[in-house]
Protein backbone atom coordinates (compact mmCIF):
# COMPACT_ATOMS: atom_id res chain seq x y z
CA UNK A 1 0.00 0.00 0.00
CA UNK A 2 2.85 2.12 0.20
CA UNK A 3 3.78 2.00 -3.01
CA UNK A 4 0.88 2.78 -4.11
CA UNK A 5 0.68 6.25 -2.10
CA UNK A 6 4.22 6.91 -3.35
CA UNK A 7 2.98 6.76 -6.94
CA UNK A 8 -0.16 8.41 -6.21
CA UNK A 9 2.27 11.21 -4.87
CA UNK A 10 5.16 10.82 -7.44
CA UNK A 11 1.77 11.44 -9.82
CA UNK A 12 0.88 14.80 -8.18
CA UNK A 13 4.38 15.55 -8.13
CA UNK A 14 4.63 15.21 -12.19
CA UNK A 15 1.01 16.86 -12.99
CA UNK A 16 1.94 19.89 -10.07
CA UNK A 17 5.46 20.34 -11.69
CA UNK A 18 5.86 19.13 -15.25
CA UNK A 19 5.50 22.33 -17.20
CA UNK A 20 7.19 24.12 -14.57
CA UNK A 21 10.24 21.86 -15.14
CA UNK A 22 10.12 22.10 -18.70
CA UNK A 23 10.57 25.79 -18.58
CA UNK A 24 13.27 25.72 -15.89
CA UNK A 25 15.00 23.46 -18.29
CA UNK A 26 14.28 25.60 -21.58
CA UNK A 27 15.57 28.58 -19.36
CA UNK A 28 18.64 27.00 -18.46
CA UNK A 29 19.30 26.73 -22.35
CA UNK A 30 18.47 23.00 -23.07
CA UNK A 31 17.55 22.49 -26.77
CA UNK A 32 15.22 19.39 -25.78
CA UNK A 33 13.42 20.89 -22.32
CA UNK A 34 10.55 18.44 -22.78
CA UNK A 35 12.79 15.36 -22.48
CA UNK A 36 15.27 16.34 -19.67
CA UNK A 37 12.17 17.03 -17.75
CA UNK A 38 10.57 13.58 -18.85
CA UNK A 39 14.28 12.43 -17.10
CA UNK A 40 14.17 13.95 -14.35
CA UNK A 41 10.92 12.39 -13.32
CA UNK A 42 11.90 8.74 -14.55
CA UNK A 43 15.26 8.79 -12.38
CA UNK A 44 13.04 10.61 -9.24
CA UNK A 45 10.96 7.27 -10.04
CA UNK A 46 13.88 4.81 -10.02
CA UNK A 47 15.48 6.50 -7.21
CA UNK A 48 12.28 7.90 -4.65
CA UNK A 49 12.62 4.96 -2.43
CA UNK A 50 16.62 6.47 -1.71
CA UNK A 51 15.43 10.07 -0.50
CA UNK A 52 15.17 10.49 3.04
CA UNK A 53 12.39 12.79 3.08
CA UNK A 54 9.72 13.11 0.49
CA UNK A 55 9.42 16.67 0.62
CA UNK A 56 12.96 16.66 -0.90
CA UNK A 57 11.87 15.08 -4.29
CA UNK A 58 10.91 18.41 -6.02
CA UNK A 59 15.05 19.66 -5.43
CA UNK A 60 15.65 16.78 -6.62
CA UNK A 61 14.30 17.18 -9.91
CA UNK A 62 15.78 20.62 -9.96
CA UNK A 63 19.16 19.17 -9.48
CA UNK A 64 18.58 16.18 -12.33
CA UNK A 65 17.34 19.62 -14.61
CA UNK A 66 20.27 21.59 -13.85
CA UNK A 67 22.75 18.63 -13.75
CA UNK A 68 21.44 16.90 -17.25
CA UNK A 69 21.21 20.36 -19.31
CA UNK A 70 24.82 20.70 -18.32
CA UNK A 71 25.37 17.55 -19.16
CA UNK A 72 24.00 17.70 -22.64
CA UNK A 73 24.77 21.08 -23.61
CA UNK A 74 28.21 19.93 -22.74
CA UNK A 75 28.07 16.93 -25.08
CA UNK A 76 26.60 18.79 -28.04
CA UNK A 77 28.93 21.83 -28.01
CA UNK A 78 31.75 18.84 -28.15
CA UNK A 79 30.15 16.78 -31.30
CA UNK A 80 29.26 20.12 -32.94
CA UNK A 81 33.33 21.18 -32.75
CA UNK A 82 33.95 17.44 -33.78
CA UNK A 83 32.02 17.39 -36.49
CA UNK A 84 32.64 21.26 -37.57
CA UNK A 85 29.40 22.49 -37.56
CA UNK A 86 29.05 25.71 -37.27
CA UNK A 87 26.77 27.03 -33.78
CA UNK A 88 23.12 26.64 -34.68
CA UNK A 89 20.53 29.27 -35.02
CA UNK A 90 17.41 27.93 -34.17
CA UNK A 91 16.25 28.18 -30.26
CA UNK A 92 13.81 25.85 -28.31
CA UNK A 93 9.75 25.68 -28.93
CA UNK A 94 9.96 27.54 -25.41
CA UNK A 95 12.54 29.90 -26.00
CA UNK A 96 10.04 31.35 -28.96
CA UNK A 97 7.38 31.08 -26.39
CA UNK A 98 9.21 33.40 -24.07
CA UNK A 99 10.38 35.36 -26.90
CA UNK A 100 6.38 35.97 -27.78
CA UNK A 101 5.50 37.05 -23.79
CA UNK A 102 8.12 40.32 -24.97
CA UNK A 103 11.03 38.94 -23.03
CA UNK A 104 13.23 39.03 -26.10
CA UNK A 105 15.63 41.63 -24.69
CA UNK A 106 15.99 39.61 -20.84
CA UNK A 107 16.19 36.34 -22.83
CA UNK A 108 19.10 37.23 -24.90
CA UNK A 109 21.00 38.87 -22.17
CA UNK A 110 20.87 36.08 -19.80
CA UNK A 111 21.62 34.21 -22.68
CA UNK A 112 25.17 35.80 -22.58
CA UNK A 113 25.73 35.30 -19.32
CA UNK A 114 27.79 32.18 -18.36
CA UNK A 115 26.33 29.08 -17.41
CA UNK A 116 26.64 29.48 -13.75
CA UNK A 117 25.23 32.93 -13.09
CA UNK A 118 22.35 32.43 -15.56
CA UNK A 119 21.48 29.09 -13.37
CA UNK A 120 22.17 31.17 -10.19
CA UNK A 121 19.85 34.14 -11.83
CA UNK A 122 16.79 31.51 -12.97
CA UNK A 123 16.82 29.42 -10.14
CA UNK A 124 16.75 32.07 -7.99
CA UNK A 125 13.90 35.26 -9.51
CA UNK A 126 11.91 32.62 -12.02
CA UNK A 127 11.74 29.89 -9.49
CA UNK A 128 11.98 31.87 -5.70
CA UNK A 129 14.16 29.66 -4.42
CA UNK A 130 16.55 30.05 -0.94
CA UNK A 131 20.48 30.27 -1.56
CA UNK A 132 20.22 26.78 0.13
CA UNK A 133 17.77 25.34 -2.10
CA UNK A 134 19.93 26.97 -5.29
CA UNK A 135 22.68 25.32 -3.79
CA UNK A 136 21.19 22.19 -3.58
CA UNK A 137 20.49 22.17 -7.10
CA UNK A 138 23.67 23.52 -8.24
CA UNK A 139 25.98 21.33 -6.44
CA UNK A 140 27.15 24.26 -5.37
CA UNK A 141 27.84 26.01 -1.41
CA UNK A 142 25.20 28.92 -0.42
CA UNK A 143 28.35 31.30 -0.28
CA UNK A 144 28.84 30.32 -4.35
CA UNK A 145 25.47 30.62 -5.14
CA UNK A 146 25.62 34.89 -3.85
CA UNK A 147 28.98 35.07 -5.63
CA UNK A 148 27.01 33.63 -9.24
CA UNK A 149 24.11 35.87 -8.49
CA UNK A 150 25.45 39.11 -7.29
CA UNK A 151 28.09 38.59 -10.59
CA UNK A 152 25.18 37.30 -12.86
CA UNK A 153 23.00 40.56 -11.74
CA UNK A 154 25.50 43.19 -12.39
CA UNK A 155 26.64 41.31 -16.01
CA UNK A 156 22.85 41.11 -17.07
CA UNK A 157 22.06 45.22 -15.71
CA UNK A 158 25.49 46.14 -17.92
CA UNK A 159 24.15 43.73 -20.78
CA UNK A 160 20.31 45.52 -20.88
CA UNK A 161 21.96 48.93 -20.71
CA UNK A 162 24.03 48.84 -23.46
CA UNK A 163 20.90 47.31 -25.36
CA UNK A 164 19.46 49.92 -24.61
CA UNK A 165 21.92 52.78 -25.30
CA UNK A 166 22.31 50.78 -28.60
Known amino acids: MTERREGASLAELFSAHYLGMVRLAGLLGADDP ?16 LLRDDRAALAYVRSIICNQTRNRLRHLRLA ?16 HVLVAERHRELLAALERLPRRQREALVLRYWLELSEQEIA ?6 PGSVKTHASRGMAALSKALKEDHDA
Not at 34 to 49: N, T, V
Open 34 to 49: EDIAQEAFARLHARRS
Open 80 to 95: RLRRGDPPPDAASSEH
Open 136 to 141: DAMGIS
